[in-house]
């Protein structure tokens, strides 16, 4: 089976290096794909689900965007944030949600864009945890 070479790097740590058969993103346009022998391109990556397949397994990771840069045989995604789904907490992620939800039906002032978008990754998170 071909394959080709994944990272996935935050601002902090290399997460994963290794080869891959194929990659699943979650880009600004919409879920995008990669197999081996895919174009050069950059791709803006939007908060959502990263799936990694190789050796007839999957594993999965919630990220909340970054870019993908795909060169030759290596796909270098550089993300803000990234989890595996068996290192998610759910109880952590369930909070982090309530929070959210809270912020949001508060008469206080705050800033409906970052509560709507906190809630959007505690759900992307619960969801990507359960897989």
Partial sequence: MKTFDLEIVTPT???????????????????????????????????????VSQNNSDTFYATSGGFAEINNSKVELLVETVEEANDIDKKRAEASMERAKDRLRSKEKI?????????ARAI????ISRK
């Fill in 111 to 119: 800033d409906p864009k970052r509560a709507e978008l906190a809630l």
């Fill in 124 to 127: 992307n998170r619960l969801s």
């Fill in 13 to 51: 740590q290399v997460i994963k290096k290794e080869s891959v058969s194929y990659l699943r993103c979650p880009g600004l346009d919409g879920l995008f794909g990669v197999l081996p022998g895919h174009r050069s391109a950059l791709i803006a990556l939007d908060l959502g689900e990263i799936k």
